[in-house]
């Protein structure tokens, strides 16, 4: 079975702070996805990034960045000089194989709320 | 475009009552999928909808729950005879095509309260 973890359960920080956050993940498949989705207080999940387990070159996005390691299960994401609009909650999420019948459903972790201080 | 939409925004229903929630999906998006999110279980799948093809029912979590899919495009959730700890927002998304994995394009979701 699939698994996320985020450990991180918040995290504050003041404005203009990097700011990291954790997912590890459990997978037996050899070929899976990995997404962030933030979701602000308008409570609407909005796709960040995805990420193929074959593709491990790390990804950076203006002020944000992902570290992909799969000899640590890991998908890290980073906020560079985070902003009061950057407060939010941040889910981790993994899609195994595309399964005919199972579709690409996504397991979440259990999020980290993130809220950065003015 | 439009996004996914849901209806209603907010449902408050008596325990023992039933509910229908409501998505639609993108124009054109034929893979549709609910999810759950509520304080104690965080997110969860419930069910998944591809074409015509027969759902994945392997998420919910009861047969009290059940849904439906017409004509390939609108979706409705139903909970039968609701209990207290069906409290808790109901999300839709949509993708593309089912036999690829996109990412989910989520609605703003439909926040029920059982009382």
């Known amino acids: 079975a699939q698994k996320v973890t985020q450990a991180q359960t918040e995290i504050s920080v003041v404005e203009k702070e990097d700011v990291t956050l954790d997912c590890v993940y459990e997978t037996r498949d050899t070929t899976y996805y990995l997404f962030w989705y933030k979701q602000p207080p308008s409570g609407e999940l909005v796709f960040l990034i995805r990420?193929?387990?074959?593709?491990?070159q790390n990804e950076i996005s203006g002020r944000y960045s992902w570290n992909f390691q799969k000899s640590t299960s890991s998908f890290n994401f980073t906020i560079t000089a985070s902003q009061v609009v950057d407060s939010a909650v941040y889910f981790c999420a993994l899609s195994e194989r595309m399964i005919k019948a199972a579709g690409n459903k996504l397991t979440f972790g259990g999020g980290t709320r993130v809220l950065v201080k003015p | 475009g439009a996004g996914v939409s849901q209806s209603p925004s907010n449902k408050v229903t008596e325990k023992g009552k039933d509910v229908e929630l409501r998505c639609d999906p993108i124009s054109g998006h034929t893979a549709l999928y609910w999810y759950r999110q509520s304080l104690g279980q965080g997110l969860e799948f419930l069910i998944y909808?591809?074409?015509?093809?027969?759902?994945?029912k392997s998420g919910l979590p009861s047969d009290r729950f059940s849904a439906e899919r017409t004509g390939g495009s609108v979706s409705t959730l139903t909970i039968q005879r609701t209990q207290q700890e069906d409290s808790a927002v109901y999300l839709c998304?949509?993708?593309?095509?089912?036999?690829?994995?996109?990412?989910?394009?989520f609605g703003p979701g439909t926040r029920l309260t059982v009382t």
């Open positions: 998304a949509s993708t593309p095509r089912g036999l690829a994995v996109y990412e989910q394009y």
């Open positions: 909808f591809q074409g015509n093809s027969a759902p994945d």
């Open positions: 990420r193929n387990s074959f593709d491990e």
